[in-house]
Nanobody, 123 residues
Framework: QVRLVESGGGLVQAGASLRISCAASGRTSRNYAMGWFRQAPGKEREFVAAIGWNGLTQYYADSVKGRFTISRDNAKNTVYLQMNSLKPEDTAVYYC????????????????WGQGTQVTVSS
């Protein structure tokens, strides 16, 4: 089992930056692909970004490409999502995910999920 705990969410103004974190514990997650999804009120959960186990490969949704950066520190079992130039449409609950099978951009590609952290961007 892998336990994921997100932190760092909050309320920011449009154009601001925010970094959210996800700490993994339990079975070692160092060889796991990890990702971020988000879900806005009334909308389906959607892919945001993912990173391979060694950090060399990242995938991004088109809506965040160039503004968000995913990274990981395997020594700390932590993955980060740096969000710049935030927009009101980025408002959502952000979920951290992990899976041993490798990178994926689909919900079904991840076995482990955190409880989520709220990010709210005001206009």
């Amino acid at each position: 089992q892998v336990r994921l705990v997100e932190s760092g969410g909050g309320l920011v103004q449009a154009g601001a930056s925010l970094r959210i974190s996800c700490a993994a514990s339990g079975r070692t997650s160092r060889n796991y692909a990890m990702g971020w999804f988000r879900q806005a009120p009334g909308k389906e959960r959607e892919f945001v970004a993912a990173i391979g186990w060694n950090g060399l490969t990242q995938y991004y949704a088109d809506s965040v490409k160039g503004r968000f950066t995913i990274s990981r520190d395997n020594a700390k079992n932590t993955v980060y999502l740096q969000m710049n130039s935030l927009k009101p449409e980025d408002t959502a609950v952000y979920y951290c995910t992990a899976d041993a099978r490798g990178l994926s951009v689909t919900i079904g590609g991840y076995e482990y999920w955190g409880q989520g952290t709220q990010v709210t961007v005001s206009s």
